[in-house]
RNA sequence: CGGGCUGUGGCGCAGUUUGGUAGCGCACCUGCUUUGGGAGCAGGGGGUCCUCGGUUCAAAUCCGAGCAGCCCGACCA
């Protein structure tokens, strides 16, 4: 394509709004521009980029024995209803009625539908398994949608569903989802690392996320660094710590006059509603303390007790209580609901309708500090076994922290960020069960279909894409996403510039390349500066000084590397050096 | 949803404290010169100053309400 006729607003200065290196760029390289927040529209160069990653999806998923479908973005709320999920997912599901009042929604993901189109069709173990997937449009009314591509409220996501009659055939197939997904990131040429994930909303047994690691990833990971265990920090379990305390701990239970000469106490503790403020106060050690999380799990009060230096992990307090919505309580509904006053709750004496679950450190503390369930007091002096009669249950609840041993092999754990480009689920037979889609087996008895589903973030790759490829002068696209690999830039307006640029032109297109002509009347810097922002691999400059000696200047974007290449061999010798920067 | 910041030409911003009829840089258009890393000179076009209401002789500026964007948190396949 020529320049000259190509819509390409690139951007001198970054626009304000943009925070991450991928927002700015995308924006500033004229790939994308947003319609309101969260929305965008993928301009010529951007959309080459979308269609890159499909395309390699495309040929992985076929690779891998899918079939691609396209299902309707518009979906009714019957089948939501069924499944369960129109209460489910809350507001984040954009809803509509039509003329007759019928309810819809924009579908955030398929699952849903998948079940109803095989629900019909499929009625013998002989019809299994297979694996449908789509790349489509996906609507989600985000509650914070940011970072441009990174958490949009419509996003192009690829999205796979396998049926089977068994666990044993979906382990096979998820596996097979598995390594199809290797393949497609190592292709995008992206550093991913797979980690155990929470299936959150999506309920099921097993569940991996593919994360690139990044700065701005909105992830934490947990990675082991003496094994292979990872894991996102929603779902990462921290080993068992052998600790000083804990064995001091289990002797004071044998001891009645530990117990004894620690009666708790209450003391005044004035304004003093943080951690923080009580150490100040108080000189305790915040390993000493117990701090009390008011939350309200399907319109349920409960507590957990997490030790003052440690934070509550949501995801596995949710898990633990099966709750569907688990909020932080609402400091107006203390007084009411937890007899108490924000900042000063406490576990000892709660009101008995309140659930108490614990973090598995409490069991180990003795003397510890905790609130008193009135304004201005904290008590000391606090052993959970004595003096905490209610507790549910102990069970991990923090989450997990750098240094922390691994569940594994006891090695440390060390935090990472990154960005979430795909996950993959076993959903086993949730929605297949609620949503009638069965089967008749060998022995003529109905089994609910097994289901997998999969995902990938097809935009948020390209997104992810820049985060790990950038530098300080724009987008260094890895050559198989890049829009075009080869940018030719005559200097100048000497016809016989003009003239070899065209039949280079001309030459590197016949020869299948994709190329970008920068033709416009532009001073030499104008195009260097596009050039290098817009990230093509390869520039080849072509100025009155090199043409003399007929000769070509290279620019190879990724390592900067500069040198000259004869014009008689030249798309021979652009054609070689793309192969080996593939490598 | 809570806290903070911001809304002035396509982009980046000043002007708001102290009210007087809108400005700078970039971009854009015309001409001349220039032409290998975001050109120079001259001329020119473009703005409901987020919206609505109020105060005032007079509002970008003061007051009230609303809307939008961004950041932090909450939350979120």
Not at 4 to 22: F, G
Not at 179 to 204: I, K, Q
């Amino acid at each position: 394509m020529k320049l000259s006729n190509y819509y390409l607003p690139t951007l001198r200065e970054v626009p304000a709004d943009a925070e991450i290196p991928s927002h700015q760029l995308m924006l500033r390289a004229g790939m994308i521009r947003s319609l309101s927040a969260g929305i965008y529209s993928y301009l010529p160069l951007g959309y080459r980029v979308i269609r890159k990653v499909e395309q390699i999806v495309r040929e992985e998923m076929d690779r891998s024995g899918a079939l691609e479908v396209l299902m309707p973005a518009m979906q009714i709320a019957d089948i939501w209803k069924e499944s369960g999920r129109w209460e489910e997912f809350g507001p984040l599901m954009v809803r509509f009625k039509d003329r007759n009042e019928r309810e819809y929604c924009l579908g955030p993901t398929h699952e849903e539908v998948i079940a109803d189109i095989v629900r019909d069709e499929v009625r013998s173990y002989k019809d299994l398994p297979f694996n449908l997937y789509q790349i489509q449009t996906k609507v989600r009314d985000e509650i914070r949608p940011r970072f441009g591509l990174m958490r949009a409220k419509e996003f192009i996501m690829k999205d796979a569903y396998t049926l089977d009659r068994d666990e044993e055939g979906l382990d096979k197939a998820y596996q097979n989802m598995y390594d199809a997904y290797v393949r497609v990131f190592e292709r995008c040429g992206l550093d991913t690392r797979v980690v155990e994930a929470d299936s959150g909303a999506m309920g099921g047994s097993g569940s991996h996320e593919f994360m690139v690691l990044a700065d701005s990833g909105e992830d934490d990971l947990a990675f082991c660094t003496d094994c292979d265990y990872a894991a996102n920090v929603e779902r990462a379990e921290a080993g068992l710590e052998i600790s000083s305390s804990g064995a001091s701990a289990s002797a004071a239970d044998n001891d009645p006059a530990a117990d004894e000469a620690a009666a708790i106490e209450k003391v005044h503790t004035p304004d003093a509603t943080t951690i923080e403020d009580l150490v100040n106060m108080i000189e305790v050690s915040p390993k000493k303390m117990i701090k009390t999380m008011a939350y309200v799990a399907d319109d349920k009060p409960v507590v957990a007790l997490i030790r003052g230096d440690d934070q509550l992990n949501e995801v596995k307090f949710r898990n633990h209580l099966g709750a569907i919505e688990l909020r932080p309580a609402h400091p107006d509904e203390f007084p009411e609901r937890f007899g108490s006053v924000a900042g000063f709750i406490g576990p000892v004496d709660l009101p008995e309708d309140i659930k108490i679950v614990a973090d598995s450190r409490i069991q180990e503390l003795e003397q510890a500090v905790t609130g008193a369930n009135q304004k201005d007091y904290h008590l000391v002096n606090v052993n959970p076994h004595r003096d905490i009669k209610e507790i549910e249950a102990f069970t991990e609840l923090r989450t997990v922290q750098a240094g922390d041993p691994c569940p594994k092999c006891g090695g440390a754990l060390e935090i990472k960020s990154g960005i979430e480009v795909g996950h993959i689920f076993k959903l086993g037979t949730k929605y297949s069960s609620s949503m009638e889609a069965t089967y008749l087996d060998e022995n003529g008895r109905e089994q609910p279909i097994v289901m997998g589903s999969y995902g990938i973030g097809v935009t948020r790759v390209a997104a992810a894409a820049v985060e790990q490829h950038h530098d300080e002068r724009g987008i260094v696209w890895p050559l198989p996403l890049a829009p075009y690999q080869v940018i030719i830039l005559p200097l100048g307006n000497s016809s016989e510039v003009s003239q070899a640029a065209e039949e280079l032109y001309q030459e590197l297109q016949d020869a299948g390349l994709e190329v970008l002509l920068d033709d416009r009347d532009e001073r030499a810097g104008v195009k260097f500066n596009d050039a290098e922002l817009i990230g093509i691999p390869l520039r080849i400059t072509i100025g009155s000084r090199s043409l003399e000696k007929e000769e070509f200047e290279v620019q190879i974007r990724r390592s900067g590397e500069e040198f000259n290449i004869d014009r008689s061999t030249a798309s021979a010798e652009i054609k070689k050096l793309l192969e080996e920067e593939i490598e």
